[in-house]
């Protein structure tokens, strides 16, 4: 079966400091790769996703994330964080493969940046 | 606008009681879907329904049932046999297959005294 795991439980973290949140799975066929995020009493919404082409992917508020196939990582970073980053941020894995299945979340890493 | 709707926002039950959450949808998506949310353990999948009146188990479907009878609603009952229901419990939809991605509703905190 497949799983997600995220690096971190909780990240602190001042206003204009760089961001990197780690995100590995384990599966070994081709996956569509996602990143959601939560802000406090909002619904997740999609922050960026990768399906094919360029690992590089651009989402939206400035997030970005690499997909590096050798290491079955998805990792997100954004240069310079602001405090309304403050949320909690979701990995979620789908396989390619077989359109029977659903999403594989990671446990999800909440992120406090301070002002 | 189109989204997706969870009621009630907060929903308080007593212990061996049977409790169903709304969600509803007019985004005119065929997948439906059920999470349950615990801190530090993600989203873990409850049901989900790909057409109408049909639906599969997830992986934690124990104590909990569900219906699709029309597109635009999929109801989730938490049953009295549901060991630990106190969660927060979110609703997706997508367009097609899971691949496309998924809406969110923005939830329902269920405890139960």
């Known amino acids: 079966a497949q799983s997600v795991s995220q690096h971190n439980h909780h990240v602190i973290l001042s206003e204009a400091a760089s961001l990197e949140l780690g995100c590995n799975y384990s599966?070994?066929?081709?996956?569509?790769l996602f990143w959601y995020v939560q802000y406090p009493g909002q619904h997740l919404q999609l922050l960026l996703k990768y399906f094919s082409g360029d690992p590089l992917v651009k989402g939206i508020k400035g997030f970005e994330a690499e997909f590096i196939k050798s290491k079955f990582s998805f990792n997100l970073r954004k240069p310079s964080v602001q405090w309304s980053d403050t949320a909690e941020y979701f990995c979620a894995v789908i396989p390619d493969d077989n359109y029977g299945q659903n999403f594989v979340f990671g446990p999800g890493t909440r992120l406090s940046v301070l002002p | 606008d189109g989204g997706i709707t969870q009621s009630p926002k907060y929903l308080f039950r007593k212990e061996g009681q049977n409790v169903t959450l709304s969600c509803e949808q007019n985004?005119?998506?065929?997948?439906m879907y059920w999470y349950r949310q615990d801190p530090g353990q993600g989203l873990r999948l409850i049901y989900y329904s790909q057409i109408v009146n049909d639906f599969q188990k997830g992986d934690i479907a124990e104590g909990y049932s569900v219906s699709r009878e029309k597109k635009e609603s999929f109801p989730l009952t938490v049953t009295s046999a549901q060991k630990n229901p106190t969660a927060f419990y979110l609703c997706a939809s997508s367009a097609g297959t899971a691949n496309y991605g998924y809406t969110f509703g923005s939830g329902t905190r269920l405890t139960v005294v």
């Open positions: 985004l005119n998506h065929d997948a």
């Open positions: 599966y070994g066929g081709t996956v569509n």
